[in-house]
């Protein structure tokens, strides 16, 4: 049986821009960027866990639990130029409804638990990654700057 994986794609408007200042900065500006953005991906992955459906009684087609137990994250370590690659997915060749739980909108489902399990907590926690790597370098510039007195 053929099975995708639930993995949305985000995208941060001004982010690239954001990014190639940061590069201005040098490794330190690159690795608040990195630890900001895998700091968000951890947090969505923990909002997604309370909101993804949990099967107790195998009716989605899968073991009980097998859904939330799917979840898998992939973070980029490295530090590159311009990108940042990280990605949250859901589903597996055993769990290949994951897609359709997050699709179907239909199904009732007992709160906090919901379809969209993974695209809300995307949404609400993405756009505050900009705010948080500023938050950050501000941080970094005020123990430089007590340094240098």
Do not use: C
Not at 81 to 91: S, V
Request: glycine share 6%; no cysteine.
């Amino acid at each position: 049986m053929a099975w995708e994986q639930l993995s949305p794609n985000l995208q941060v408007r001004g982010l690239r821009k954001f990014t190639r200042a940061l590069n201005r900065l040098g490794v330190d500006g690159k690795l608040i960027a990195r630890d900001s953005a895998n700091e968000i991906i951890d947090k969505i992955k923990e909002e997604s866990q309370i909101e993804v459906p949990v099967s107790v009684d195998g009716s989605h087609g899968g073991e009980p639990g097998a859904l939330k137990a799917s979840v898998q994250v992939f973070k980029q370590n490295a530090l590159s130029e311009n990108n940042y690659f990280a990605q949250i997915t859901y589903g597996n060749e055993s769990v290949f409804y994951a897609q359709a739980v997050h699709e179907i909108i239909g199904p009732k489902h007992n709160s906090p638990t919901k379809a969209k399990y993974l695209e809300d907590p995307t949404n609400r926690l993405a756009p505050n990654l900009p705010l948080q790597i500023k938050t950050k370098l501000e941080l970094l510039a005020k123990k430089l700057q007590a340094g240098a007195d």
